[in-house]
């Protein structure tokens, strides 16, 4: 099974299993990294899931919606690297990836 790359706030590195059919936040929250939040539970109203994705892999990802991006624009940390993960789909071009999960806000 691919794996990509969690990096927590403090540096810690986590090697997460990609399952097809999960999004990114789903497949965190399943290897147990509890640094990401994800309060809404992936509904986009909370931005606690916010990473930084490996800008050599941000294409593969679906462009973001509205939500998303008023999320992120309200949450004050965010970058061209910033997505919800919990938007993001698991896909099988992930192998290797990286994402970093962003500092509370
Ligand atoms: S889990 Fe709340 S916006 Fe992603």
């Given at each position: 099974?691919?794996?990509?790359?969690?990096?927590t706030?403090?540096?810690?590195e986590?090697?997460?299993?990609?399952?097809?059919?999960?999004?990114?936040?789903e497949?965190?929250?399943?290897?147990g990294?509890?640094?990401?939040?994800?309060?809404?539970?992936?509904?986009?109203?909370?931005?606690?899931?916010?990473?930084?994705?490996?800008?050599?892999?941000?294409?593969?990802?679906?462009p973001?919606?509205?939500?998303?991006?008023?999320?992120?624009?309200?949450?004050?940390?965010?970058?061209?690297?910033?997505?919800?993960?919990?938007?993001?789909?698991?896909?099988?071009?992930?192998?290797?990836?990286?994402?970093?999960?962003?500092?509370?806000?």
């Open positions: 099974m691919p794996q990509f790359i969690v990096q706030p403090d540096g810690k986590h090697r997460v299993d990609a399952i097809a059919g999960l999004s990114v936040m497949a965190i929250k399943e290897h990294v509890e640094e990401l939040l994800a309060i809404c539970g992936g509904c986009c109203s909370c931005a606690t899931c916010h990473v930084f994705v490996d800008p050599s892999f941000a294409a593969l990802f679906p973001m919606g509205d939500e998303e991006a008023q999320l992120l624009n309200d949450s004050g940390l965010q970058t061209p690297a910033s997505r919800l993960s919990c938007q993001l789909p698991v896909l099988a071009g992930l192998e290797g990836a990286r994402f970093r999960i962003a500092p509370a806000g």
